[in-house]
Each structure stands twice: as C-alpha cells, then as structure tokens.
C-alpha cells in the first residue's frame, strides 16, 4: 500500500535524473512518475513489454505511475523544425509530430491505455485534453465534454486490458474545466460517478496564477473528497502546496521541481525564519557567492546521505565548474526535502498536530 498522502517524484523517461533505484529508495521515496509520450517515443512501449515491463526494465522494486501521454502531445507536439503546433484533435483522438524527428503519431484513449498496458506502471492515467490557460468557456465546454467522452473510452479499454493481460493496474480518471466553477463541479461529479480506482485533478499549474489554481482545485475537491477514492493532484508540488493539499485531503502530488532546481543550482532548506522562509518560497542558490566557504551543510536539519556527509562550500564548487556530482547531491537532497517534508504532514495528520506543524512551516492554518 502507498503512504498517504505521498509526493511523486517525476522521472520522465523512466529515471529521474541522475539518480538510481537504490539512491531513491534510500531517501524514502515509494513511488515515481514516468511519461508514456516519451517512453512510447524512445524506446517504445512494445519494447518495455518485451523487456518485462517497467519495473523489471528500471530495476525499481517501488511504485510507478504513467500519465496519459496528453499533456505532453499539446505541450510538446510541434513541428521538429520550430515551425509552430501542428496538432490535430478529432472526436476520434490527436494526431501529433513528434518532437523528436516530426514524425505523424496519432493517439486514442484506447492506444494511450495500450501503451500504458504494456508499460504496466501500478497506476494509470485515462487520456483527457488538457486545456491551456487561457482558454474561453465555450472552448472549455467543448474540449471538457470530449475528456469525459474520453474518459469512458478509457476505463473500457482499461478494463478489457486488465482482463486480457490478466493484470490489476489501476486507473484515475481526470477533473478538467479550465478554471470555470461550473465547469470544474461539472467534472467533478462525471469523473467521481464512473468506476475509477482513484481521482486525478489536472489542467492546473498550466501557466495560470498561482490564486488561479488553488481556485480551480477548491472548485472540484469536495466531490472529490466524496468519492472516497484517492486523488492525485497532477503538476503541483511547491513547499506551501504540500501543506495546503495534503491538508485538505489529497493523497498524492507530483512535480518536476525538486530535479528542475537541482539542474540549476536551487536547494530546498528551512531557515526557521517564517518570513525569509516564506520570501524565497524554501529555495536558495548554491552559486552565490557567499557560499565559497560555508562549511555547513545545506539543511542543518536534513539527513540525507548529502547533508551527512557534504557541505555547501564543496558542492559550490561542483556547481561552479559544473561537475555532474553536483548535480547528484542536490538531487539527492531536494527530493529527500519534499519526502521528509510529506513524511512530517503525514505523521502531524494522523497525530492531529497538523494545524501546529502547517503555523510553524507558513505562519498560517
């Protein structure tokens, strides 16, 4: 069973990067996020079926969960010479170019399921259109209506896999609407009634102000909440998230932001100064200067295998002449933040000290 609630690493092409299966495990993470566009591009879903799917492809003994593929079609499906969007939505599905070489792909509810069948991650995600922000309520109505036609193509296609390849994955149906109240409680209720194993709350985090998305997610939560059912919340996962989400009742959150700001040099710590904390939304960056010399670790109260053992003045060093080590301790470090940080709003939930733990971290309930 999956800890409740639990942040989800991102490792898009079946690794979040830089690190192994072991280093992952280490610092307590149970389950991770693979992308199905990119794996149905390189190497191919029929491939990782072939190699034992992917777990025995990873060699990773946790949880794994693949989204639909979606996303990453609207998002990264242009023409491979930079000459604009060339995506195609029918009723049927969407045809794309890859972002790779510009080839035609053309996905359906019932091939996304099928390729994420063969990937045989422990939780699916059905196809849905994920609207971009901004978008009017007419297009909204529109592309909502075909996710939820969608999303009965998908649980029948789910279901008929799961029967013909005799496995027991399981499978979230997505809440869209944009950031309509209507639209969002409209989704809510279509999704919550139909037999998902567990509620996924998407087309949030898609470039719209951050009082936005909270919006959107309040709009659509406590059907969900009714439903008894786990809720993943796609895409979200800043410090305050966690505490404001697992607070409210959602299980699950994923988010690329503990690699992306590794990649960059950024390093998640709490400085016990609510207001300096809160300013620099728990980030900081390792290049400034004032840590050529800093012997201390990047969290005094972190104790992960970087802060056990490496301080800020080496991996400053590493950063600035761009050793991949560096890399690797400060993705070691942020993902064990976000995970020590969840274990902590896990553990104050189910003591019911939450409201105390969410004043100490934000300086508000």
Excluded at 7 to 18: D, H, L, R, Y
Excluded at 202 to 216: H, N, Q, T
Aim: aromatic share 10%; proline share 4%; net charge positive.
């Amino acid at each position: 069973m999956l800890s409740q609630p639990t942040f989800v690493p991102v490792g898009t092409q079946a690794t979040v990067k830089s690190l192994s299966p072991e280093e992952l495990e280490a610092i307590g993470v149970e389950i991770f996020f693979c992308n199905t566009y990119h794996l149905y591009l390189r190497p191919g879903d029929k491939e990782v079926r072939k190699l034992g799917g992917l777990h025995q492809f990873t060699r990773w003994n946790g949880q794994l969960i693949t989204d639909s593929g979606g996303f990453q079609v609207f998002s990264l499906a242009k023409d491979h010479n930079g000459a604009g969007n060339l995506v195609k939505i029918t009723e049927d599905g969407v045809e794309f170019r890859s972002h790779l070489d510009g080839s035609l792909h053309f996905f359906t509810p019932e091939k996304s399921l099928q390729i994420q069948h063969n990937l045989a991650a422990n939780y699916l995600i059905a196809f849905d259109e994920c609207t971009p922000y901004p978008a009017t309520k007419k297009y909204a109505q529109k592309a909502l209506d075909r996710t939820h036609r969608w999303a009965l193509r998908s649980l029948a296609e789910h279901k008929k896999l799961n029967e013909k390849l005799n496995q027991d994955l399981k499978l979230y149906g997505v809440i869209q609407g944009s950031y309509y109240r209507d639209l969002r409680q409209q989704s809510a209720e279509f999704i919550c009634s139909q037999d998902f194993d567990g509620i996924a709350i998407g087309g949030v985090s898609v470039g719209e102000p951050k009082d936005k998305m909270r919006e959107a997610v309040s709009y659509c939560l406590p059907t969900a909440l009714k439903a008894n059912k786990p809720i993943h919340l796609l895409g979200v996962g800043e410090i305050d998230d966690l505490f404001d989400f697992f607070g409210q009742g959602i299980t699950s959150m994923d988010c690329t932001l503990p690699t992306r700001m590794a990649r960059g040099g950024q390093f998640l710590h709490r400085t016990g100064d609510i207001n300096l904390d809160l300013k620099n939304n728990f980030k900081n960056q390792i290049m400034n200067a004032k840590y050529k010399m800093d012997q201390t670790t990047l969290d005094p109260n972190c104790h992960c295998p970087t802060c056990q053992k490496y301080d800020k003045a080496y991996i400053h060093h590493l950063f600035k002449t761009q050793e991949l080590l560096g890399y690797r301790l400060m993705t070691i470090h942020n993902i064990a933040f976000m995970i020590n940080t969840t274990q902590q709003i896990r553990d104050a939930l189910k003591n019911d000290t939450f409201n105390q733990l969410k004043k100490s971290w934000l300086g508000r309930i």
